[in-house]
């Protein structure tokens, strides 16, 4: 088991729990996305597999303005 990088005391223990952010003007809520908590201070690390896939179905259904990123260098 993994040491917490944070308080270097706990443990981290895999369990699934709802990921909440906003997301624009809009909140989202994903229901049993993997993480690991420590069990001493509470710190969560999400698993970045879990994340990748979410941040790929997000970026799926963003309008094409959006995702178009200005080139700064001209």
């Not at 729990?17 to 420590?38: H, S, T």
């Not at 509470?42 to 200005?70: F, H, T």
Request: charged share 25%; glycine share 4%.
């Amino acid at each position: 088991m993994k040491i917490c990088s944070s308080c270097r005391i706990g443990r981290l223990r895999q369990r699934s729990m709802a990921y909440v952010e906003w997301y624009g003007k809009n909140l989202l809520v994903v229901d049993r996305m993997p993480v690991q908590i420590c069990d001493v201070c509470g710190e969560r690390a999400y698993d970045d597999d879990a994340m990748e896939s979410l941040q790929r179905l997000l970026w799926a259904n963003m309008p094409d303005s959006i995702k178009a990123v200005p080139n700064r260098n001209t």
